[in-house]
Structure formats: C-alpha cells, structure tokens
C-alpha cells in the first residue's frame, strides 16, 4: 500500500512538472507568434500598397475603386470589389490582365482568426480582414492612409498603408480603439477612420 502511494505522488508531482513546463513554453513561444504575425500583416499590408500605387500608375491616378466618388469611405473586406481589381482584374474593364497580388493570402491578417483565403478563381468578397478608403484617388495625398487592419485583428495596435506605400503603426489602449490614435487619424480622410468591427 506504501508503494501504491509513493507511485501515485510521484506521478502527480510529475504531471505538476510537467504543466508548468508545458505553461512555460507558451509563455515564451506567445509573444513570438504574435511578433511573427505582425510583421506578416506589415508585409500584407506592404504589397496592397504598392499594388494600389501600381495600379493607379496605368488607371488615371485612381486606386483600385468599386466607384469612383468625390467622398471616399472606408469599407470593410466584406463589402465592395475593389479588392478583386489586384486579385482578379480580368473581372474588370481595367489595363491589368494579370492578378497583382495572386496570393489570396495577402489579404488575410494572420492574427485575424475565422476568415478563409479566397478561392483562386473567386472573389476576395467576405475573404478580407483588412480595411480600405473605397473611391480614393491617388493623387489625393501620399500620406493619407489607403488600407488598415481590421479594428479587431490586433488588440493593441493596428497598421495602416499609406499613398506612397508606406506602413505606419497607430496605438491604442484598453479604452481606446488603436483607429483613435492621432498617428492614424489626423490623416485619415475627413478624420473618420473605421471604428467597427467585422
């Protein structure tokens, strides 16, 4: 009976060890995985600015717009189709034949649980996680930003692309939605950046 005992503290005394072990990982391995995914989303966002840059070269300074508008606004990846001018331009009466980003991946923020990259033939309608000024021209300003994180795919800080392709990083805190952070809403157009979540 002695025995029995013995065996069952030290099993118990090992599962101990063992959790905390197993704890102590997750707690090292969790601030890389999300120092990872967030220079992923920089890169992201990085190659949807430069596409929009490309695009409005060889479209009349117009980004990539599902309507040209005096009052651009900011949507989110489950409305308009002015995404699908990068994915798939053939769809479009526009110069581009070619995709310039192909990889339905780039639109996805890999912090952004719950959405699935585009088909290759499909449309990237409802398969976007980021944000971006629909109807924006691009001589409007190089430092206005096009394109963001969706509010909720970063808890405390979100990034943004700008008109020269450029990414910049906007602070929040608990109480405040990092879209508040003047770094990102002083050049916002019409100081209204997107404040809900998808």
């Given at each position: 009976m002695k025995n029995r005992n013995e065996l069952f503290i030290v099993l118990v005394v090992i599962?101990?060890?063992?959790?905390?072990?197993v704890a102590g990982l997750?707690?090292?391995?969790?601030?890389?995985?999300?120092?990872?995914?967030?220079?992923?989303?920089i890169n992201n966002l990085s190659q949807i600015g430069k596409a929009f840059f490309q695009y409005a070269m060889s479209n009349?300074?117009?980004?990539?717009?599902?309507?040209?508008?005096?009052?651009?606004?900011?949507?989110?990846?489950?409305?308009?189709e002015s995404?699908?001018?990068?994915?798939?331009?053939?769809?479009?009466?526009?110069?581009?034949?070619?995709?310039?980003i192909p990889d339905p991946k780039v639109y996805l923020c890999p912090s952004k649980k719950g959405i699935t990259p585009a088909q290759p033939n499909g449309s990237l309608r409802g398969h976007v996680s980021?944000?971006?000024?629909?109807?924006?021209?691009g001589g409007f300003s190089t430092?206005?930003?096009?394109?963001?994180?969706?509010?909720?795919?970063?808890?405390?800080?979100?990034?943004?692309?700008?008109?020269?392709?450029?990414v910049g990083i906007a602070v929040g805190t608990r109480s405040v939605k990092w879209t508040q952070d003047n770094?990102?809403?002083?050049?916002?157009?019409?100081?209204?950046?997107?404040s809900y979540s998808f």
């Open positions: 599962g101990v060890v063992v959790l905390a072990v997750n707690g090292m391995m969790l601030p890389a995985l999300n120092q990872a995914h967030e220079k992923q989303c009349d300074d117009w980004y990539p717009t599902s309507s040209r508008t005096s009052n651009p606004k900011w949507m989110n990846g489950d409305s308009g995404l699908n001018l990068l994915f798939r331009p053939e769809r479009s009466s526009f110069y581009y034949s070619e995709p310039l980021y944000n971006w000024c629909d109807g924006l021209m430092i206005s930003p096009v394109a963001c994180d969706g509010v909720d795919n970063h808890v405390k800080r979100g990034h943004f692309v700008r008109g020269d392709g450029s770094a990102f809403k002083n050049f916002c157009y019409g100081n209204n950046p997107p």
